[in-house]
């Protein structure tokens, strides 16, 4: 059973532009949640997918997007970055909405 | 507002001493909490859980304890080991929410 994978693993922005970042769960989970790391401090959770449909949010901005696909793939889309969004981007996978989740190691963004 | 609370940004121990990492919540609604431990340039790993109906949890090295009354929980980890060495997040979740709320972390160093 392969673990949860992310890509890519560092990417360099710049303000005002897009990022798509992406995350392969572990086979057989249907529920991915997308959480932002800045320095020092603890993942901040963003939204969750459960079969495809956002599942509940944080208190992001609506240019904070997802999608997920039949296939156990998700997508993170951020729209007109900005420097704050200067973090690790880190999804988890768990088996269903209220079990344990498994993380990625993580996408490190800098947005210049 | 902080929900979780670890107050000790930093622990220092030695090789097969006891190591007590603690963790503090403010919101009564959550049922369900989690240690995570997260080494450089990798995800999060889950440690161990603990569930409110309970106020301990043992796995192999690691036992968790909950307090809900003085809403505190703690990691033991006993005996250290140098590879015990990285940051250790304390998460919690309530009953039909998605998301987990982290603490800040606490680095914990394992001196020989």
């Known amino acids: 059973e392969t ?9 360099i922005k710049t303000r005002g532009q897009q990022v798509t970042l992406r995350c392969s769960s572990q086979s057989g989970h249907n529920t991915v949640s997308w959480y932002q790391q800045a320095l020092g401090q603890g993942p901040q959770f963003i939204f969750q997918y459960y079969r495809e449909e956002e599942n509940g949010r944080g208190n992001f901005p609506p240019r904070f997007s997802g ?9 993170l889309n951020v729209n007109a970055l900005e420097l704050d969004d200067s973090a690790l981007y880190l999804c988890a996978s768990s088996p269903d909405r209220d079990e344990t989740q498994y993380f990625g190691p993580g996408t490190r963004l800098l947005v210049l | 507002d902080q929900q979780v609370k670890q107050n000790s ?3 220092s121990v030695q090789e097969g001493r006891i190591s007590i990492l603690n963790c503090d919540y403010t919101n009564s609604m959550f049922d369900y909490f989690l240690w995570y ?7 999060p790993t889950f440690l161990i859980s603990i569930s409110s109906i309970k106020d301990k949890n043992e796995d192999g090295r690691f036992t968790v304890f909950l307090n809900k009354s003085a809403k505190h929980l703690s ?6 080991q140098p590879g015990d ?19 800040q972390g606490t680095r914990l160093t394992i001196n020989p």
């Open chain 1, 3 to 11: 673990g949860v994978t992310q890509s890519p693993t560092h990417l």
């Open chain 1, 67 to 75: 999608l997920q696909f039949p296939n156990y793939s998700s997508e």
């Open chain 2, 9 to 11: 940004p930093s622990l």
């Open chain 2, 37 to 43: 431990k997260k080494y450089p340039a990798e995800g």
């Open chain 2, 75 to 80: 990691l033991h980890i006993v005996p250290s």
């Open chain 2, 85 to 103: 060495s990285a940051v250790y997040f304390c998460a919690a979740r309530h009953q039909g929410a998605q998301k987990l709320v982290f603490g």
